[in-house]
């Protein structure tokens, strides 16, 4: 199995850090050959580049192989940031509004944002952890609106060629059902949200049909979530085989064209 | 994708719900079979009720779905959903356990049960010995619900009736966990059940950790793959695994191995 989106570091609001190295092993004892990672502690900088330099010099070896991921705040970092990213090793980058405090819609945000996505994959974060326990401080950031999101999608996927890159994660299963009647166009979703697979158990079906199977990936979000959560979500839906196999291997591989 | 392989090994399931759709009743006897579940503590879903405060007509119509539901599949095992705030609170309680077998007390959103209203529905569980579920949010941010039980509340109950059996619902129904294990840990009387959506990594442990491997009941909440992770991936020995997954659940009901 390919982990589509897992972090290592520290979460400021409680006790919980993790080095790249135990991540990845945890992940392979789980059974997962590869995992893209980014760090979460940059996450919750303004200016992302620090950790996300200390995530580069972090050890990687480990029986499940490591893709890191840049976090990057497309409010605050430019063009320039994007390029020195890629030249570092990310094969893509995480991008969270909420966190980072943007509007998705801002003419400097969308820019930076179509330089990341020509320079890799993008990952729309929505969050990380479940909003009834977000600090107090959070109350007061922006929240992902549907519309907002999908006048986004639309603008940034109309200029690329070929493969649209962008991974949806941790978005509740209410909002990717109601994101489709706004958006309809190509988009990767994940199975981390809370939400999937509680009744009446055909969630993942449900994504398989309004985003097809080549485009759903297997996202554990540990070190914040016990892992087998998305593996078990995927492994009792009854899709086919052949989808599970995609969503849980290949369907990733594509998306970080890697 | 290989085979599932989970074998749970006989779990209780403490908290979860029907629906009166019976397909999804169905599908969730069918997984819960497939995991190795082997008793559901089912009340009946409180969003499929006309509110929070359903009149008692309803409320005995709803247990009685239960009961039918019971009697169709061996693994569940009935909960009386009470409101105590209807005049007839105590007479449906009694009559549930007494004449239909029914093993513990559900109390949803109605009150919150820091209101002396709910101590005489509390005085029949201790009376036949059976456990109260309290619906709990743990929730600190932004607003509490005026009548959404808390931590502090299930607290107040569990010093009233210190024989009370109380269950502190799914701390990882979503919310602030750490702090809901925290304010019950000096509290014999009161259990956790780790059912609900949230996956954080360590809530299990946590509760254990803080409470004792003795306190802590599996649960889904109707949301088994979360539930059957955490379960599973939770460092704990395998002996506190086996308390949390079955023996707590089997004690609490004087079914104790």
């Known amino acids: 199995m390919i982990d589509a989106l897992c972090m290592s570091g520290s979460y400021p609001f409680r006790h919980l850090t993790m080095s790249t190295r135990a991540v990845a092993e945890r992940l392979a004892s789980e059974g997962f050959r590869e995992c893209f990672m980014f760090n979460l502690t940059a996450l919750f900088h303004r200016d992302p580049w620090w950790g996300n330099l200390d995530f580069t010099r972090e050890e990687t070896e480990a029986n499940c192989r490591v893709h890191k991921l840049a976090v990057f705040n497309p409010d605050y970092e430019d063009r320039v940031r994007v390029r020195e990213y890629v030249k570092m090793g990310f094969v893509g980058f995480v991008t969270s509004p909420i966190y980072h405090g943007y509007r998705l819609t801002g003419r400097r ?94 969630h993942v079906e449900e994504l398989v049909k309004l985003y097809g199977s080549s485009n759903v990936v297997l996202s554990t979000g540990f070190m914040m979530k016990y892992p087998k959560s998305s593996v078990l979500k995927l492994q009792l839906s009854k899709i086919p085989d052949e989808d599970k196999g995609k969503i849980a291997t290949l369907n990733a591989h594509r998306l970080y064209g890697v | 994708m290989a085979s599932i392989g989970v074998d749970l090994g006989g779990a209780v399931d403490a908290h979860t719900h029907c629906y009166p759709d019976m397909s999804i009743n169905e599908e969730m006897i069918k997984l819960s079979r497939m995991l190795g579940i082997e008793q559901l503590w089912v009340s009946y879903h409180p969003y499929s009720m006309s509110s929070f405060r359903p009149p008692p007509e309803e409320v005995w119509r709803v247990n009685e779905f239960v009961y039918n539901l019971s ?52 005085e029949v569980a201790v009376e036949n010995d059976v456990p109260v579920l309290i619906h709990t949010a743990h929730r600190l941010y932004p607003n509490p619900r005026p009548n959404e039980s ?70 889904t909440d109707t949301l088994i793959a979360a539930a059957v992770a955490r379960i599973l991936d939770a460092e704990l020995s395998d002996e506190d695994r086996v308390k949390v997954l079955r023996l707590n659940a089997l004690r609490l009901i004087g079914d104790g191995q």
């Open chain 2, 150 to 219: 808390e931590p502090d509340d299930i607290r107040s109950l569990a010093l009233r009736f210190p024989r009370a059996k109380i269950i502190m619902a799914h701390i990882t129904g979503g919310g602030d966990w750490e702090y809901a294990v925290g304010r019950v840990r000096d509290l014999p009387n009161v259990y956790v059940d780790v059912g609900g959506s949230v996956a954080d990594y360590g809530s299990v442990e946590e509760a254990v950790k803080v409470l004792g491997a003795d306190r802590v009941l599996f649960a």
């Open chain 2, 71 to 122: 009697r169709r599949f061996r693994e569940v095992r009935g909960f009386v959903h009470v409101n105590p705030l209807n005049e007839d609170a105590v007479k449906v309680t009694r009559h549930f356990i007494e004449e239909r077998g029914f093993i513990g007390v559900k109390l949803y959103r109605a009150v919150r049960v820091n209101r002396r209203v709910v101590d005489p529905v509390i």
């Open chain 1, 109 to 202: 945000v969308l820019g930076n944002l179509a330089e990341a996505l020509n320079n890799g994959a993008l990952v729309i974060l929505d969050l990380v952890e479940d909003p009834r326990q977000l600090h107090r401080a959070y109350a007061f950031r922006f929240r992902l609106r549907l519309g907002e999101l999908s006048d986004a999608l639309r603008r940034l996927s109309s200029g690329i060629e070929g493969e649209v890159r962008i991974l949806l994660s941790h978005f509740p299963y209410s909002d990717l059902v109601n994101l489709r009647n706004l958006y309809s166009g190509p988009v990767y979703v994940d199975l981390a949200s809370s939400q999937v697979l509680g009744a009446p158990y055909s």
